[in-house]
């Protein structure tokens, strides 16, 4: 087998052992021996808890180092990126999370070989990132259904791997989800919504394995995705879990789809949410883009989506009446 070329640039690792189940940590084990072999010099740091990865990351960068790669899943990342300093450092990513959505819409290989392999031969391409209440956060923050079902996702169904598990969470939530009050404002358009069952605003285009919530996202497009969708029948929200799997949920007369830089969610009460993955607690947000202010290696150009100021889901206002 081709031997691995040395990385070109002052490189450190920041490992997140337990992302992806342990998937991490085996997955690391591989990647040292392949830079052992070709002699190549680096930096490891290792997480032992929840938001350290970003302390860990600053750390490399005043200790030099020009590429900071994460080894771990959405949230690994999003906590490295956190420590980088934007205007000198590349970020690499090594995937071995659970649904490994960011990676994939920056097109990097999710074999750990290829991925590693890349970080010797990728340009940087600039990406958008996210800002949430002056947080960072790269691919998709979701409100309501979509946190509560992260939640059992990583609890009661964690034994499953990636798609499954969500898969499984969103089947046991399906009849039993409350809904819920969320406003929303956005491109001069302000909306409210007592039957909500679902919010999420994204920047990269999947989630949770192959699924793509927002198709349409792109993270380097310079705008948001804002998806908000009202709770029908037990049956038409299944109905809906299935038009996600087929990419067509967008077009239901029960979602409202927009597009712009800044908007503000607020639900008025603690519901389930997460950001890239990671539960939190949120009632309102403020939340915008910054186009282009990360470098990420990547094997080509990211975007897959035309560039759109706006887009109405008509028949979501028709219902509305």
């Known amino acids: 087998m081709r031997q691995i070329a040395k990385i070109p640039y002052q490189t450190a690792f920041v490992v997140n052992p337990t992302a992806g189940e342990g998937k991490a940590k085996h997955t690391w084990s591989r990647v040292e021996s392949e830079l052992q072999k070709n002699g190549q010099q680096y930096r490891v740091y290792f997480t032992s808890s929840a938001g350290e990865a970003t302390g860990l990351a600053a750390r490399a960068v005043q200790e030099g180092a020009e590429l900071i790669v994460a080894v771990g899943g959405d949230g690994t990342l ?72 992260v939640e059992k996702a990583a609890t009661k169904y964690k034994r ?63 705008y948001l995705d804002l998806g908000l969708f009202r709770r029908r029948s037990i049956p038409e929200v299944i109905g809906l879990g299935a038009r996600v799997a087929i990419r067509r949920h967008l077009s239901s007369r029960a979602a409202l789809v927009l597009k712009g830089r800044k908007l503000f969610l607020e639900t008025g009460q603690k519901v389930p949410a997460h950001i890239d993955g990671d539960l939190v607690e949120i009632s309102s947000a403020e939340i915008k883009i910054k186009p282009s202010a990360l470098r990420i290696l990547a094997p080509e150009r990211c975007s897959a989506a035309p560039q759109k100021n706006l887009s109405l889901s008509l028949d979501y206002f028709k219902e509305s009446r």
Not at 192 to 217: C, D, H, M, T, W
């Open 160 to 222: 499953f791997k990636g798609y499954l598990a969500y898969l499984a969470a969103f089947l046991d939530h399906a009849g039993k989800f409350k809904r819920f009050h969320c406003k929303a404002r956005c491109n001069g358009f302000y909306f409210e919504e007592n039957q909500a069952i679902l919010a999420f605003v994204a920047n990269g285009s999947y989630y949770g394995g192959k699924l793509r919530i927002a198709p349409q996202a792109a993270i380097d497009d310079g």
């Open 78 to 149: 999003r906590e490295t990126v956190s420590g980088l300093d934007l205007r000198k450092n590349v970020l690499g990513a090594i995937p071995a999370g659970t649904g490994n959505g960011f990676v994939r819409s920056c097109k990097i290989p999710l074999h750990w070989r290829k991925a590693l392999r890349g970080l010797s031969c990728w340009h940087p391409q600039p990406v958008d990132l996210g800002i949430i209440n002056n947080t960072v956060f790269l691919n998709i923050i979701g409100f309501g259904f979509d946190g509560a079902v």
